[in-house]
């Protein structure tokens, strides 16, 4: 059975840093593109960051150079480090595995963790 478990989230200042945790459990974790998401409310979900089974990642422009996302195998975890937070990254992060179909990034697992809050104020 699928677990994801994200953590980390808060509430903080504009300009702090976050570093979320994703533990996940029942796929095999270092064979998996994994990622993070994100939804405001009123908004769809969005892919925000993406790490291959290489180490390679991939992000969101408006999250490029501020936020960093890295695996550890080991643990079966991945993070996401942000910096420079701004109030437009206010939402609930998730992560899940990243699929390509065609010239799509769809998520791999149909449900979801519980998800992780992170507000930014002004």
């Known amino acids: 059975q699928v677990q994801l478990v994200e953590s980390g989230g808060a509430l903080v200042q504009s300009g702090g840093s976050l570093k979320l945790s994703c533990a996940a459990s029942g796929f095999l974790f270092s064979a998996l593109r994994m990622g993070w998401y994100r939804q405001a409310p009123g908004k769809q979900r969005e892919l925000v960051a993406r790490?291959?089974?290489?180490?390679?990642?991939n992000y969101l422009d408006s999250v490029k150079d501020r936020f960093t996302i890295s695996r550890d195998n080991a643990k079966k975890t991945v993070y996401l480090q942000m910096d420079s937070l701004k109030p437009e990254d206010t939402a609930v992060y998730y992560c899940n595995g990243v699929l390509r179909t065609g010239s799509q990034l769809v998520p791999k697992f149909g449900s979801w963790g519980p998800g992780t809050q992170v507000t930014v104020s002004s």
């Open positions: 790490i291959e089974t290489s180490g390679n990642t």
